[in-house]
C-alpha cells in the first residue's frame, strides 16, 4: 500500500496532466469536439483558449497519437524531481504558444494538440541517454533519436507537410509545423539550463563527496 501510495505522490505531476487531458478531450468520446478549448488565429473567443489548445484535439485518434507517447516519455523520464519535469512542460508549452502568436503560418485558421509538447519530450528524452546513460548502444540510440528529430522539423518547416502522413489517417487536421519546432528548440533550452545547474551542484558538492 505505501509503495502505491508513493507512486501516486511521486507522479503527480503526470496524473496532474492525465486529468486535464481527459476532462478537455472528454467530449470527443460522447460525440462532440474541443472546440471551445481550441485556439482561433484573430477569432478567439476567449483569451484562455491561448493555453488551452494543447490539451485539446479534433478527433479520438488524434488524441490518442498525441497523448500516448507523451504520457510514456513523460512518466520514463529520468529526471526524478517532479517539479522540474512540470517546468519542463512549462517552458516547452510557452515555446509553442510564442510559435503560435508570433509564427503561424497564414493558412491556418485554428489550432488544437500536443504535438508540439511531444516533440519537445523526445527531445529531452534523447538529452537524457546521450548525457544520463553509460552503455554505448544507449547513448547511440538517444544521438540517432536527437539527430532524426532536427532531420523531421527541418523537413517539415522546409515542405510544410509531415513526412510520413499516411500515418495520420487524415484524422489530425493540419499540422502546425512551428509548433513542432518550437518544442524542439524549447527541449534543448530548457535541458541545458537543467544540466548548467547540476553541475553547479556537482560542484558545490564535490568537496564533500571526495571527503
Known amino acids: 500500500m505505501k509503495n502505491i501510495k508513493y507512486f501516486f505522490i511521486a507522479h503527480f505531476d503526470l496524473f496532474l496532466f492525465l486529468l486535464i487531458l481527459v476532462v478537455i478531450n472528454f467530449p470527443l468520446f460522447i460525440g462532440g469536439n474541443t472546440n471551445n478549448f481550441a485556439f482561433y488565429f484573430g477569432h478567439t473567443k476567449h483569451w484562455w483558449q491561448i493555453f488551452t489548445f494543447v490539451f485539446a484535439h479534433l478527433t479520438v485518434f488524434h488524441f490518442f497519437i498525441d497523448v500516448l507517447p507523451f504520457l510514456a516519455l513523460y512518466f520514463f523520464l529520468d529526471e526524478k524531481n517532479p517539479f522540474w519535469r512540470m517546468f519542463y512542460f ?59 528529430m532536427l532531420w523531421l522539423v527541418s523537413y517539415e518547416m522546409i515542405n510544410q507537410k509531415f513526412p510520413f502522413q499516411f500515418l495520420l489517417l487524415g484524422s489530425v487536421g ?14 534543448i533550452f530548457i535541458f541545458s539550463v537543467r544540466q548548467v545547474i547540476k553541475q553547479g551542484d556537482l560542484s558545490k558538492n564535490f568537496p564533500n563527496m571526495i571527503k
Open 174 to 187: 493540419i499540422p502546425v509545423f512551428v509548433c513542432h519546432l518550437a518544442g524542439v528548440i524549447s527541449a
Open 90 to 148: 512549462l517552458i516547452i508549452w510557452m515555446g509553442n504558444i510564442i510559435a503560435v502568436l508570433f509564427f503561424h503560418p497564414i493558412n491556418i485558421t485554428s489550432i488544437r494538440g500536443l504535438s508540439g509538447i511531444t516533440y519537445g519530450f523526445i527531445i529531452i528524452t534523447a538529452l537524457e541517454l546521450i548525457f544520463n546513460r553509460k552503455d554505448k548502444i544507449i547513448k547511440a540510440a538517444g544521438i540517432f533519436s536527437f539527430f532524426f
